[in-house]
């Protein structure tokens, strides 16, 4: 069974930078042929998909926060990560790592709460 752990900080101040990563236990992050994804929940609104890493490495992201946001792994950990930068107010959400690609999301996180606040 895979299972997903995220893990970082609970508050960031605006115009800094999120740092979160995803550690995967019960599957490999470069053998399962699927994508790892960042989604995530502000307050009141749906889920939001922020952006994948495919088992090869690919990285796509949501138009919306492309211009802000990275993917990345350490596979010698079986982690991703998410890094969001110029943090806002807005961007306070529960965030969720999971397995799956087209909207077919067969394993989740618990959620981060990340709160952005001075």
């Known amino acids: 069974q895979v299972q997903l752990q995220e893990s970082g900080p609970g508050l960031v101040k605006p115009s800094q930078m999120l740092s979160l990563t995803c550690t995967v236990s019960?599957?490999?992050?470069?053998?399962?042929?699927?994508?790892w994804s960042w989604i995530r929940q502000p307050p009141g609104k749906g889920l939001e998909w922020m952006g994948h890493?495919?088992?090869?490495?690919?990285?796509f992201y949501g138009p919306s926060l492309k211009s802000r946001t990275s993917i990345s792994r350490d596979t010698s950990k079986n982690q991703f990560s998410l890094q969001l930068m110029s943090m806002t107010p807005e961007d306070t959400a529960v965030y969720y790592c999971?397995?799956?690609?087209?909207?077919?999301?067969?394993?989740w996180g618990q959620g981060t709460q990340v709160t952005v606040s001075s």
């Open positions: 999971t397995r799956g690609i087209h909207d077919e999301y067969d394993y």
């Open positions: 890493m495919l088992y090869d490495g690919r990285t």
């Open positions: 019960g599957g490999s992050i470069t053998t399962s042929v699927t994508a």
